[in-house]
T-cell receptor, first 115, second 114 residues
Framework: DADVTQTPRNRITKTGKRIMLECSQTKGHDRMYWYRQDPGLGLRLIYYSFDVKDINKGEISDGYSVSRQAQAKFSLSLESAIPNQTALYFC??????????????FGPGTRLTVL | AQSVTQLDSQVPVFEEAPVELRCNYSSSVSVYLFWYVQYPNQGLQLLLK??????LVESINGFEAEFNKSQTSFHLRKPSVHISDTAEYFC????????????FGTGTQLKVEL
């Protein structure tokens, strides 16, 4: 079984709709992250959480919100989706035990299309 | 702030040929350096990382990268590529003391041909 899972894997929605992307992990990691990947731009950090009560904005948080429901679950919401939020979204986790030297483990991604 | 530059967006190479994927970074403070690989329709996987110590780091599948502080580079090399190495490769940095936030380059698509 995959250690980091994302649902849905693909989603097509319309402008203005609210959408939630979910991430679950069985690795027992404290730290979780949300990234978006756009062709030619690499990955950019949206939000990150170092534990259930710790939520931090990344470099491109505008238009997004997150919820850390439990250590194992971290959800990303688009309150009112717009076409330029069309992208591939990745969730990642890390242990925190080595501090800033942690390896991040990525989920398989969610491909989101906003029409 | 840190930044990462991967100048080559695509690198075509024949099987069994050597390859070098270039990565340069910019930072005013010390950094940790990473290479991640993304196979088609999959998430990213860590390939190798430099934290400290020996400037040459190796992966289990024959890739190696050398940290060059004076040139602020962390190029990825493999002496003989295989078809299965076809993937997108991302260089990333995190600032020492910076909370484990990764800054990624734009990626290099390695296409290995017969």
């Amino acid at each position: 079984d995959a250690d980091v899972t994302q649902t849905p894997r693909n989603r097509i929605t319309k402008t203005g709709k609210r959408i939630m992307l979910e991430c679950s992990q069985t690795k027992g990691h404290d730290r979780m992250y949300w990234y978006r990947q756009d062709p030619g731009l690499g990955l950019r950090l949206i939000y990150y959480s170092f534990d259930v009560k710790d939520i931090n904005k990344g470099e491109i948080s505008d238009g997004y919100s997150v919820s850390r429901q439990a250590q194992a679950k971290f959800s990303l919401s688009l309150e009112s989706a717009i076409p330029n939020q069309t992208a591939l979204y990745f969730c990642a986790t890390s242990d925190g035990g080595q501090g800033m030297r942690d390896t991040q483990y990525f989920g398989p991604g969610t491909r989101l299309t906003v029409l | 702030a840190q930044s990462v530059t991967q100048l080559d967006s695509q690198v075509p190479v024949f099987e069994e040929a050597p390859v070098e994927l270039r990565c340069n970074y910019s930072s005013s403070v010390s950094v940790y350096l990473f290479w991640y690989v993304q196979y088609p329709n999959q998430g990213l996987q860590l390939l190798l990382k430099y934290l400290s110590g020996s400037t040459l780091v190796e992966s289990i599948n024959g890739f190696e990268a050398e940290f060059n502080k004076s040139q602020t580079s962390f190029h990825l090399r493999k002496p003989s590529v295989h078809i299965s190495d076809t993937a997108e490769y991302f260089c990333a940095v995190s600032r020492v003391g910076g909370g484990n936030k990764l800054t990624f380059g734009t990626g290099t698509q390695l296409k290995v041909e017969l």
